[in-house]
């Protein structure tokens, strides 16, 4: 079957930094989302990977590592507005969506 | 770009009655739109797959007979609830991919509460 595993929740401190991690197995791989979603909205784009390696954009970078079935959403200089669900899903090999459960990050002061 | 507007955001409605839930997007063609149901503190469960001009693939355990999904253009697609139940309560939300690997877009979401 197809399963993408993330941690349920994380609790990290205004400023600091936080990884949220995912793993998965899917049928064939074509790419992996990361999406922050608030509560009571739908999800927005975060990032998008498909080759191994580092993707950086502003506070926000997502590592890829597909022999591994790895991803990680890395946050810097964490802000309250950042507390939020960080879900990864991975398009499989019918370009199908496949969503992890996600990751409530809870930002304390 | 590439904006999907959803409505309504918000209904409640009377057990037994329909309730229907537009997405339209606004500045591309959506030749399909994606429906998915989030239940509280769940992730985005995917229920149907719409193509304009065809039926919709529904996936496994999706009531096609009572989620009815219409996509009779290339910018607007319907999920009619019918016969609302109190366990058809959720949050509904389409997707529409809009181009490349990149491109899947969101509505804002439609908040269904059943009473």
């Known amino acids: 079957g197809q399963n993408i595993d993330q941690p349920t929740e994380m609790t990290a401190t205004e400023g600091a930094i936080v990884q949220i991690n995912c793993t998965y197995q899917?049928?064939?791989?074509?790419?992996l989302f990361w999406y922050q979603q608030h509560a009571g909205e739908a999800p927005t784009f975060l990032s998008y990977?498909?080759l191994d390696g580092l993707e950086e954009k502003g506070r926000f970078s997502s590592f890829l590592s597909r022999s591994k079935g790895y991803s990680y959403l890395l946050l810097k200089e964490l802000q309250m507005k950042d507390s939020a669900s960080y879900l990864c899903?991975?398009?499989?090999?019918?370009?199908?969506?496949?969503w992890g459960a996600g990751t409530k990050l809870i930002i304390k002061p | 770009g590439a904006v999907v507007s959803q409505h309504p955001s918000r209904v409640i409605c009377k057990s037994g009655t329909s309730v229907k839930i537009e997405c339209r997007s606004l500045d591309f063609q959506a030749t399909t739109m994606f429906w998915y149901r989030q239940f509280p503190k769940q992730s985005l469960m995917l229920m149907a797959t719409s193509n304009e001009g065809s039926k919709a693939t529904y996936e496994q355990g999706v009531e096609k007979d009572k989620f009815l999904i219409n996509h009779a253009s290339l910018t607007l697609s319907t999920l009619t609830v019918t016969s609302a139940h109190p366990e058809d309560s959720s949050f509904y939300i389409c997707?529409?991919?809009?181009?490349?690997?990149?491109?899947?877009?969101f509505g804002s979401g439609t908040r269904l509460t059943v009473v």
């Open positions: 997707s529409a991919r809009y181009g490349g690997d990149y491109g899947y877009t």
């Open positions: 899903a991975v398009l499989d090999s019918n370009y199908q969506l496949i």
């Open positions: 990977n498909v």
């Open positions: 899917t049928s064939g791989f074509n790419g």
